[in-house]
């Protein structure tokens, strides 16, 4: 028996390519309704389909495209942090709004203080920032114009809308600047702290329409 | 079995592709970023060191956390503590302070580095003894356009030494090089009077000049050595003419004090029943006949902020000035 499945058909191969195929077509579907669950689209018999994307992008790191992950070190009271960010909408579908949310951990007053603790802003600016400074002492300056999108608020914060952004649009980027300040009227209690901040843009699908 | 192979490989590639193209679309539209973030920690002020006399005078390294503004100075009588701030001084490098404590004792400090509103832990405490305030010797001599006064030993380094020159007449009264005025009643005043004082040095002078261009010989001089002051904390005036010269008031800064009265009259030949306390320490006449001058001074111990005044009595009617300073 086994002698003889050295030799099956060329038409049973076959079937067992269309099967594998087949199995992972459906498997991709289903992973395509997950990701995709409130999209809809219209088509007929002679129209090629094809479904949208939502995919928000930040820039590449170690470049002024992304300092987030630059660490501040030594903060003091009425010190500031500048990092720039790009944010794009690299899918082939427009975003009904793009948001913000901040967290922090381990949690400390440094960000659960609203007051004394991390306040924050978030300008965009219509061209590259100009990025001066040494790391991690980074500073901005635009050299379009300058939009504050956040304004100045304690850092840690659910679904902060950023509105007017270029990034809702498909293949649009926005060149962000978040400004973290370290309030003077700190205490003692704000001495020797660590954290860290996770920035996560997150980008919602626009409304569904006829296609 | 090459073809089971063959159909594995497939297999494996249409499942590297599904998984690629699964990539691309479904990537999660929330992307995230982080960065850690920490806070400086205050670094106190260190080797601090305390040498005491009359005044206590600290000295230490400045902290380590360059950003610092400056240093916070407490005092407190008792080791350990409890402490109370008596100072901020600033800049960061500015390292030593001179403190002028309440009355003789020891007293123990530490030092704290501050930026806004953070302190940094306490410094190791250091401690020192502040002498008491104390009349240690005078002098008195009449003079004409210099007059002299020579202490009787050489003043101990580091009390302080007070001048009251006087004259009878309108004049200028230049007080001895290198000595800080107190209270002048001015150039026109007749009488006219003048304080001036100064930390003892290492190798002072018994003797105590002034100048002045006041004419005639109803020119005078008397001076003090105090132990455990420093500076002036207090003065006050008063004029009149009677039997009864006043010193006018004074109202000290701090509560120790060593107060000096001193009146000068154009008649008379002697000062007698200083009142509130005050105890006579100089009584001289200089010049002779109707150039005459009488020059007093009385002195007392204060342990308390208040109000100090006194008045004596003089033998004779006439034109007088009074002054009183509070050293301490």
């Known amino acids: 028996m086994k002698r003889a499945r050295h030799f099956r058909s060329g038409s049973t191969l076959s079937r067992k390519l269309l099967l594998t195929l087949g199995a992972v077509g459906i498997a991709a579907s289903m992973a395509g309704l997950g990701s995709f669950a409130t999209f809809t689209s219209s088509t007929n018999a002679s129209q090629s389909v094809g479904s949208g994307t939502v995919v928000v992008g930040l820039g590449a790191t170690a470049a002024a495209t992304n300092r987030l992950t630059v660490a501040a070190s030594g903060l003091v009271p009425g010190d500031t942090i500048q990092r720039s960010v790009d944010v794009a909408n690299t899918g082939n579908q427009n975003l009904a709004s793009l948001t913000l949310t901040t967290t922090a951990s381990p949690s400390t007053v440094l960000t659960t203080d609203t007051t004394n603790g991390l306040q924050m802003v978030v300008d965009r600016c219509s061209s590259n920032w100009t990025e001066s400074g040494a790391s991690p002492a980074f500073t901005y300056t635009c050299s379009g114009s300058s939009t504050t999108i956040v304004a100045t608020r304690a850092v840690i914060g659910a679904n902060m809308s950023l509105t007017g952004l270029s990034a809702l649009t498909s293949g649009g980027t926005d ?10 009227t700190a205490d003692n209690t704000f001495q020797g702290l660590s954290t860290s901040i996770t920035y996560a843009f997150t980008g919602t699908q626009r409304a569904g329409t006829n296609q | 079995m090459t073809r089971r192979i063959l159909v594995i490989a497939a297999t494996a590639l249409v499942l590297c592709a599904a998984t690629a193209a699964a990539s691309a679309f479904f990537t999660p539209a929330t992307v995230t970023s982080a960065g850690s ?7 106190a002020p260190t080797s601090p060191s305390a040498v005491g006399g009359s005044s206590i005078t600290l000295n230490w390294t400045a902290t380590s956390s360059t950003y610092a503004t400056g240093t ?21 490098t500015t390292t030593t302070y001179v403190d002028y404590p309440p009355g003789a004792g020891t007293y ?26 104390a009349f240690v010797q005078s002098a008195n001599a009449a003079g004409t356009t210099t007059t002299t006064a020579t202490f009787t030993t050489t003043p101990v380094a580091g009390n302080l030494l007070v001048a009251v020159a006087a004259t009878r007449n309108a004049g200028t009264i230049t007080g001895p090089l290198g000595w800080t005025l107190a209270i002048d009643s001015g150039a026109t005043s007749t009488p006219h009077q003048a304080i001036y004082y100064k930390v003892a040095g290492a190798l002072e002078s018994k003797a105590v000049a002034v100048a002045t261009t006041a004419s005639g010989t109803g020119n005078g001089l008397h001076v003090y050595e105090l132990s455990g002051a420093t500076t002036v904390r207090g003065t006050g005036s008063a004029t009149g003419s009677s039997t009864t010269p006043g010193s006018g008031s004074v109202t000290p800064s701090v509560a120790y004090t060593g107060i000096i009265g001193a009146t000068v009259a154009n008649f008379g030949t002697g000062m007698s029943g200083w009142t509130n306390g005050f105890s006579e320490i100089v009584d001289f006449t200089a010049g002779s006949g109707g150039a005459k001058t009488l020059l007093a001074g009385a002195g007392l111990l204060a342990t308390s902020t208040g109000t100090y005044s006194t008045t004596a009595t003089n033998t004779a009617t006439g034109a007088w000035l009074g002054q009183i300073v509070a050293f301490g």
């Open chain 2, 108 to 133: 123990y400090y530490v030092l704290q580095s501050y930026y806004q509103q953070w302190t940094s832990a306490n410094s190791t405490q250091v401690s020192a003894a502040r002498s008491a305030i």
């Open chain 1, 175 to 184: 060149h962000l600047r978040v400004t973290l300040t370290f309030p003077t």
């Open chain 2, 72 to 92: 916070r100075v407490l005092r407190g009588t008792a080791s350990g503590g409890p402490y109370s701030q008596i100072a901020l001084v600033s800049p960061r």
């Open chain 2, 37 to 43: 973030i920490s806070t400086s920690t205050i670094a």
